[in-house]
């Protein structure tokens, strides 16, 4: 039953693209807009699609290398667009509604690049179950026409990893990379040197096997955040000594482990019901 519902959500999937002649799809490289990218490459064809990755100090180096190396693999036209969201500052003073202003600097380069070159669409990667969460970049979407292909069709993420595991493509089992300007709390200022210290302390991470974990920037502390099943192994004195050396190196004068454990979107729990309204 299961594998049928998906089957109809992607025939529906292709229906929805093949409406358009051309698109734009807003690509990160994460799951939902690879999944995304791929249908519209295989729907509308190679010349009707173009892959755009917005870049700044926000969006890791790993995450830029694997999202240019999969579309090398799904055979798409793919640019690399520069953003300057760190020029904002509403932006770079970090309010809770922070991603508004950096989706409105990528979705605004979206729409110029769109009219210079006749494209009929800009598409994001944005699923199903993100309308459960907070997510000021939304409104900026809205204003911008951005279309939705895998929420109006109503993909879960679940879906997605699923239907992109039977497609057998690189990020099916990729864990969510928000931007690293997420791991800095509201109200503390976003600059570059923060986010390349939380870039680095999260590769001494994935180095030393957590793939799935966040340092959220506290200024001279680091709060390290893990699955709960794997918070022993930081508990080990070769693991603990190593990452106690190098996040100092890095400029961290404390070094901490949130015994809550790895949750996505920790910094929104100081938000109160009404901050998280976005549309």
Sequence with gaps: MKTLI???????????????????????????SSFLLKTARDILGKENVLAATGDSPSFPRKEKLFAIEQAEQF???HIIIQTEELQNEHYFSNPSNRCY???????TKLSQLQMRMNFNV????????DRFEFRPGSVSAKEHNIVSPLAFCKFS??????????LHLLSSEKPASPCLASRIPYGNKVTIEKLSQIEYAENIMHELGFNVC?????????RIEVPTDVIHLLT????????VQKFR??????????????TSGNLNTVLSADQQITN
């Design 249 to 262: 190196q890095l400029g961290f004068h404390f070094i901490t482990l949130d015994l809550n454990g790895f």
């Design 101 to 107: 202003f950096c989706k409105t600097e990528l979705f």
């Design 122 to 129: 800009i598409f994001d990667g944005t699923n199903f179950d």
């Design 236 to 243: 080990e004195t070769e693991i603990r000594a190593k990452l």
């Design 214 to 222: 966040r340092v959220r920037h506290h200024d001279s502390v680091a």
């Design 75 to 77: 055979d798409v036209n």
């Design 6 to 32: 998906l089957e109809q959500k992607l025939l529906q999937l292709q229906t929805f693209i093949a409406q358009y002649d051309s698109a734009i799809v807003a690509y990160s490289g994460g799951v939902d």
């Design 157 to 166: 993420k679940e879906e997605i990893r699923f239907a992109s595991h039977h």
